[in-house]
């Protein structure tokens, strides 16, 4: 894992002096709070339906248990004793007060983490892959590079006030765990003539013009890969549109100028820049590289589980992945119990999480995109104790990828710009479907409360929009979107419904698909086989 | 300790400079007035304008002053760092909605004077301009990166 050195130390610690300084004067009434919103967006703080909400960044998902503990501790001391864990890989409070936000800010610090960027229209928490340094599917660890744009997008001089938000996921396995081609920049790292660079897709994004990123740049080394970005950033930063926040984002300047144009002008920016002396030495990347080394890993870890106990060998099934190490494997821990809200977390199952990765993970946790948690290198000998720890604190669900395991934003009980409640909506659905949810299959559901798409309802194989309609709560369903490496967007089926029949139309589609289903297919690929047409006519007919 | 020089301009205009020659006196023009005619000195962009048009004339002009309508308008920090790339040694100024907090980003990307329509506090300023040791990146600025620092 990345470790600070005093360099590191010393931004993260001024900007809580700058922060505690700007709230002073907000306090004061020195800053309007016109001129105080981007200044607290940048550092994370929200003001919601009834409070400020704090978002801390995880930079590319990755904690050690000392974080993961703090992240606990904040949710005790200054919120109601939970948290929930983000599509970004962060966590974020609902309940926090201005005035201890700084203080928050100086705990944060202590165990090298802050909330920088975690909002405002700027280059936002970089985000990988939750199994990198685990998985065996990677050709390196896309973490280091990570990293290395975490740094030079702190406090980027040049891109503070971009049009709109800029997100950035890095990955670098043929697999895609992290959406990557939904981000405005999405990177995938390859090797070439045994040479490690980069592939570069520009575009991609959700919200309410949802696009798939193009790719932009074949492949580009490390040693040009600051440049280029600087280059693909300013382009966007000159001729993004401003007019209209709608449009502001940088898929919108894509599809305007066309992806040939985007690229001719980067390409035309980047041959003044590439000899700037922008790029940080390849030695940085080796730095930041040793670190993230992994664990020493036992060599003679039996690699046989006993599966005995039948409730243990379903979460083994579910939620237990390969892991690159013999005798290793990759736990995922669902933040999705039926009933409950995706990806909250209690302060105490916070801090259990934390114990079980430092007594048995190897100090190491990761966030998701999909709002869980992972232990990425556990022993197999060590499995049935980390269940039984996670079942006794209500944190087993065995339900990855199922259709419980739902990704919801905070919708109508918390969000300022939300339509429609999207938790009661998963709850409900997690209790529908829990009986029957393992012989669905694969079937990832994601719900917003709104059009802006925090919940990531267009890259779910069922999609849910909440909408305003004559002011009453409807739902509209999609279905066949992806955000994985067969990455697709999901199509609405047709006329919306209320928080019930939704939940009855679900069901519909998925007894539709039990029946046309053939052989080993998920949900997605018979979609994707048959259509539309038969599933609509199982809804509507 | 970096602190501006405060001027006040014969058009009654305070500006914060980081430079300590004589203020230019002559007027911007905008893009388009320069561009057709020679002899100017002064320009002013709007945050529109494609600052790389100034760039073969960069040996005649003295002054550019970038517009920032609204702070949240950004165009302008690229403006100063593309002139900056090229060579620009003249006087380079932010005016319109500069704010306090925004100064310090400016500073990096090449500005070293500025006309904010609004006072700035000077007490406030100076602190935000010293607060960070050392910046993550190189910009259009002398200040020196962290993995230089680390690297040398």
């Known amino acids: 894992m990345y470790r600070y050195d005093e360099y590191d130390q010393s931004i993260v610690d001024a900007r809580v002096e700058e922060f505690r300084d700007q709230v002073e004067r907000r306090l004061s009434g020195a800053l309007t709070e016109d001129q105080f919103k981007p200044l607290r967006l940048m550092n994370g703080l929200y003001l919601q339906l009834h409070a400020y909400m704090l978002r801390v960044a995880v930079p590319y998902g990755t904690l050690d248990s000392r974080q993961m503990r703090m992240l606990g501790h904040i949710a005790r001391k200054y919120d109601r004793g939970y948290g929930h864990f983000t599509t970004r890989q962060n966590i974020q409070y609902n309940w926090i007060k201005l005035a201890d936000a700084p203080d928050i800010l100086a705990e944060l610090a202590t165990v090298q983490m802050h909330a920088i960027q975690t909002s405002g229209n700027c280059i936002r928490n970089i985000s990988s892959d939750q199994f990198a340094g685990a998985a065996a599917d990677e050709v390196a660890d896309p973490r280091p590079w990570a990293e290395l744009l975490r740094q030079w997008s702190t406090f980027h001089p040049e891109f503070t006030y971009l049009p709109r938000k800029f997100k950035i996921a890095v990955i670098a396995a043929d697999e895609d765990r992290a959406a990557m081609r939904l981000h405005d920049i999405g990177i995938q790292l390859l090797e070439r003539d045994g040479v490690l660079g980069a592939k570069i897709f520009v575009g991609g994004g959700m919200g309410r013009t949802p696009m798939i990123a193009h790719e932009v740049k074949d492949f580009i080394t490390a040693d040009h890969l600051m440049s280029y970005l600087e280059a693909c950033l300013r382009v966007y930063n000159r001729y993004g549109r401003r007019d209209n926040i709608y449009k502001a984002r940088i898929k919108i300047l894509l599809h305007e100028i066309g992806v040939d144009a985007y690229r001719e002008q980067v390409e035309a920016e980047f041959a003044a820049i590439r000899d700037l002396g922008i790029d940080p030495p390849v030695a940085e990347l080796a730095r930041i590289t040793a670190m993230f080394a992994g664990p020493d890993f036992a060599s003679d870890a039996p690699d046989t589980i006993d599966r005995s106990d039948p409730d243990f ?229 | 300790m970096v602190e501006p020089i405060t001027v006040n301009t014969n058009a009654g205009e305070t500006l914060l400079r980081f430079r300590d020659d004589v203020v230019h006196d002559e007027p911007a023009v905008t893009l388009d007035a320069f561009l057709g005619q020679t002899n100017a000195t002064a320009v002013r962009l709007e945050a529109g304008d494609d600052a790389r048009a100034l760039l073969p004339h960069l040996g005649q002009i003295a002054l550019v002053e970038i517009s920032f309508p609204t702070f949240r308008d950004g165009r302008g920090y690229s403006a100063a760092r593309i002139l900056r790339e090229a060579g620009f040694e003249g006087e380079l100024r932010a005016a319109g909605d500069v704010l306090v907090d925004q100064i310090p980003h400016m500073r990096r990307c090449g500005f070293d004077s500025f006309a904010p329509e609004k006072p700035v506090d000077a007490a406030t300023l100076t602190k935000l301009l010293n607060l960070y040791p050392q910046p993550y990146q190189k910009a259009a600025d002398t200040r020196v990166p962290v993995w230089k620092l680390r690297h040398g």
């Not at chain 1, 916070?350 to 990425?376: F, K, S, W």
């Not at chain 1, 199509?491 to 998925?510: H, L, N, S, Y």
Request: charged share 25%.
């Open chain 1, 313 to 541: 060998a379903v979460w083994l099934d579910q939620n237990v992945a390969a892991h690159k190490q013999p005798g290793h494997a990759i736990v995922t821990i669902s933040l999705k119990p039926i009933g409950g809200i995706p990806g909250d977390a209690s302060a105490d199952q916070i801090d259990l999480m934390a114990d079980l990765a430092e007594r048995y993970g190897h100090d190491e946790l990761r966030v998701t995109h999909a709002q869980n948690i992972v232990l990425p290198h556990v022993r197999k000998a060590d499995l049935y104790a980390i269940w039984t720890a996670l079942r006794d604190a209500g944190l087993a669900e065995a339900n990855l990828d199922l259709i419980s395991d739902i990704i919801a934003c905070p919708g109508l009980d918390y969000c300022s710009l939300a339509n429609a409640r999207s938790i009661p909506l998963a709850q409900k659905i997690g209790e529908r479907f829990a009986g029957r949810q393992r012989e669905l299959g694969e079937l990832k559901l994601k719900i917003s409360g709104c059009i802006n798409a925090c919940g990531h309802h267009h890259a779910g194989h069922i999609g849910i929009l909440g909408v305003d309609k004559k002011g009453t709560e409807n739902y509209q369903l999609l279905l066949g979107g992806s955000g994985a490496e067969d990455v697709s967007l999901g199509k609405i089926t047709g006329p919306g419904f209320d928080e019930d029949g939704v939940v009855d139309a679900i069901e519909r589609v998925t007894d539709r698909y039990v029946e046309l289903r053939e052989g080993g297919e998920r949900f997605l690929d018979t979609y994707r086989r048959v259509g539309m047409q038969p599933f609509k006519e199982a809804i509507y007919g």
